[in-house]
């Protein structure tokens, strides 16, 4: 369609397919479902209008700012909703099979193991520190590109959507919550009792709870965290991601950006967030999507002159 990019139709796409699972799928777990499929329809509508009405006048300004920007402000209202529809194909969560598959492949859970072993506040903070640069991450690579060359932005947003929205519906249809089951985190689920002796006795050693790192993550999650949303780890597959487009486009900082991509990698399973198998999928998903994105991108929008 005329005025499109590479990133609308993704946009687009995502809104059709999570509405038309929700339509078909529903259940007693999605009660809202009529106004979430409303509001699907209703953000289909909207984005169209914003992209035909800004292609034909090109007006300056806040309608200029949202069409270029609308994906990223719709990444945390996606990610929260997947929490409230992640049961129409299990009832059940499947950290269980996981925790077996684990177990199978490490003979322990990583995830409990890895600050038991390490449980001091200077090397929490670290790990705690790295996870939280996640959303420096994001938001940094995208600003500075913004700033830098509108075209490596379109760029790099079009490919980060593109990851996130193939993430969130494999959340959608294969539900895990992550290690913090094992620490009985997530309100009206508990592991099965086979499992719950593989939790240590404490939750988290009292030198880690002291950190300001890691009570700026508990508050992130209490508050933004969807259940459901560990499998394939999309902390590491973004994080990845970003990481490709320093080296593609930000070349002072890509070093460091990757160093700092490794801890958070790392830091996934030590701070107990996620299992090791839903990091070894979060590199498997950078791996298959960011050439499959990058591509897409190319494909409808043209070659682009090398980064100076």
């Known amino acids: 369609m005329r005025y499109y990019t590479f990133v609308d139709y993704a946009t687009q796409a995502y809104l059709a397919v999570v509405g038309l699972l929700i339509l078909c799928f529903h259940n007693a777990t999605v009660p809202s479902w009529r106004w979430l499929l409303t509001l699907h329809v209703l953000g289909m509508v909207l984005i169209h209008l914003l992209i035909h009405w800004v292609g034909r006048s090109r007006p300056a300004g806040v309608l200029n700012f949202l069409r270029h920007f609308y994906p990223v402000l719709l990444y945390a209202v996606f990610f929260c909703e997947t929490g409230s529809i992640n049961r129409m194909f299990f009832s059940q969560y499947l950290d269980p099979a996981v925790i077996r598959c684990e177990q199978s492949l490490f003979g322990c859970q990583p995830s409990v193991r890895f600050m038991e072993n390490l449980p001091w506040l200077a090397v929490s903070e670290i790990f705690y520190a790295s996870y939280f640069s996640y959303y420096i991450m994001i938001g940094g690579v995208g600003i500075a590109l913004f700033l830098r060359n509108r075209q490596q932005f379109f760029h790099y947003v079009s490919v980060v959507s593109f990851l996130f929205y193939i993430c969130y519906l494999i959340y959608i249809v294969l539900p895990v919550i992550g290690s913090r089951v094992f620490?009985?985190?997530?309100?009206?689920?508990?592991?099965?009792?086979?499992?719950?002796?593989?939790?240590?006795?404490?939750?988290?050693?009292?030198?880690?709870?002291?950190?300001?790192?890691?009570?700026?993550?508990?508050?992130?999650?209490?508050?933004?965290?969807?259940?459901?949303?560990?499998?394939?780890?999309?902390?590491?597959?973004?994080?990845?991601?970003?990481?490709?487009f320093s080296f593609r486009y930000l070349r002072p900082i890509r070093f460091v950006h990757l160093a700092v991509a490794v801890l958070l990698c790392l830091s996934t399973v030590y701070c107990r967030y996620h299992y090791a198998v839903d990091v070894l999928a979060g590199l498997l998903t950078a791996a298959i999507l960011v050439p499959l994105g990058n591509w897409l991108y190319f494909k409808f929008t043209g070659p682009q002159p090398p980064a100076p």
């Open 183 to 244: 620490f009985r985190q997530v309100a009206g689920y508990e592991l099965p009792v086979e499992f719950q002796k593989l939790a240590p006795t404490e939750p988290y050693p009292g030198a880690v709870t002291a950190g300001v790192f890691f009570r700026l993550m508990l508050w992130i999650y209490r508050v933004f965290e969807a259940p459901g949303a560990a499998l394939p780890s999309s902390h590491v597959a973004v994080a990845l991601c970003t990481v490709y």
